[in-house]
């Protein structure tokens, strides 16, 4: 059974830091390519960024490019979105997930494993 469960969300202020791991279980890790998405509330969920499954490649939404870090460490099975100067706009539910052969997709449909979110709100 594939489990993906996200940590390290909270309450901070605009222009603080917050850094979300997500611990991957039941799967090889190392095969996929893992995505972070965000849900704001009454907004469909988007996508924040990705990293190939080699760690080699990443992708971001242009929102949060020079501000948040995507990295992994496929020995810990555990993706990492490091984000810094946070601003309100960037409060949402945020969940990682995992997706075989895309290429480093953007695209939800493309992604077969999710967890199950962990929340993140700044306050201004």
């Known amino acids: 059974q594939v489990q993906l469960v996200e940590s390290g969300g909270g309450l901070v202020q605009a222009g603080g830091s917050l850094r979300l791991s997500c611990a991957a279980s039941?799967?090889?890790?190392?095969?996929?390519?893992m995505g972070w998405f965000r849900q704001a509330p009454g907004k469909e969920r988007e996508f924040v960024a990705v990293?190939?499954?080699?760690?080699?490649?990443?992708n971001y939404v242009d929102s949060v490019k020079g501000r948040f870090t995507i990295s992994r460490d496929n020995a810990k099975n555990t993706v990492y979105l490091q984000m810094n100067s946070l601003k309100p706009e960037d409060t949402g539910v945020y969940y990682c997930a995992a997706a075989r052969l895309a290429w480093g997709s953007s695209r939800r449909n493309d992604y077969r494993y999710w967890g199950q979110g962990t929340q993140v709100t700044v306050s201004s």
């Open positions: 039941g799967l090889t890790f190392s095969n996929y390519d």
């Open positions: 990293i190939r499954w080699n760690g080699v490649s990443t």
